[in-house]
């Protein structure tokens, strides 16, 4: 399994970013696919989550509003859509999966790279 994750980048506050999460090796559309950041000195925060057939979504408190996770089962793509975003959001945004399950809890099995995310004027 390869978690493969892109899109992030420096914006400004009050701005939008869309992240993106390849996902390679998984043998059905089962998995459950979500976000975690971590920001410097901070432990690592689940942030959102989507389950396979029922897409059903989770989204930690401090983005709800403003973060929108889709997936693209066809291309085998999770996205996270940032909009509103504040100086607090800066962190390395990564993507984490489990083979199958529910969302939530946040998968945690497999993990990707990371992509740093930094809000700044």
């Known amino acids: 399994v390869q978690l493969v994750e892109s899109g992030g980048g420096l914006v400004q506050p009050g701005g939008s970013l869309r992240l993106s999460c390849a996902a390679s090796?998984?043998?059905?559309?089962?998995?459950?696919i979500g976000w975690f950041r971590q920001a410097p000195g901070k432990e690592r925060e689940g942030v959102s989550c989507?389950?396979?057939?029922?897409?059903?979504?989770y989204y930690t408190d401090s983005v709800k509003g403003r973060f929108t996770i889709s997936r693209d089962n066809v291309k085998n793509m999770v996205y996270l859509q940032m909009n509103s975003l504040k100086p607090e959001d800066t962190a390395v945004y990564y993507c984490a999966a489990d083979p199958w399950g529910t969302c939530p809890p946040l998968p945690r099995s497999y993990w990707g790279q990371g992509t740093q995310v930094t809000v700044s004027s």
């Open positions: 090796g998984f043998t059905s559309d089962d998995y459950v």
């Open positions: 989507i389950s396979s057939s029922y897409g059903s979504t």
